[in-house]
């Protein structure tokens, strides 16, 4: 099974940025997507963002898309979410998590992922 490791949250004025990274160890040949999730306080956990395939193609939540970015290394085995512009509401513990299998944009949202990290808190203050 593949391990994942999140790093690089904290706390951030609102309008600034944060980069999150995912460290993927073990078997990472054989995953598919990689993705991001989080989970606000006191909410269910909500799906960020996708990365997927060998073109490394993306898919976004509406409530990010055009300020998050993500990304990974040729290899697969890091993958990072630029935030920017990050907004109070953006307060959550941050998930990275890998899927072995196929999965099509709006479906990966919400597909079993395999793998998942322990997550990392990102604290936007207004």
């Known amino acids: 099974q593949v391990r994942l490791v999140e790093s690089g949250g904290g706390l951030v004025q609102a309008g600034g940025s944060l980069r999150l990274s995912c460290a993927a160890s073990g078997p990472t040949a054989g995953h598919y997507a990689m993705a991001w999730f989080r989970q606000p306080p006191g909410k269910e956990r909500e799906f960020v963002a996708v990365?997927?395939?060998?073109?490394?193609?993306?898919y976004y939540a509406d409530s990010v898309k055009g300020r998050f970015t993500i990304s990974r290394d040729n290899a697969g085995d890091t993958m990072i979410l630029q935030m920017n512009s990050l907004k109070p509401e953006d307060t959550a513990v941050y998930y990275c998590a890998s899927r072995i299998t196929y999965c099509a944009n709006r479906g990966c949202a919400s597909a079993r992922y395999d793998s998942w990290g322990q997550g990392t808190q990102v604290t936007v203050s207004s």
């Open positions: 990365i997927k395939g060998s073109t490394g193609s993306t």
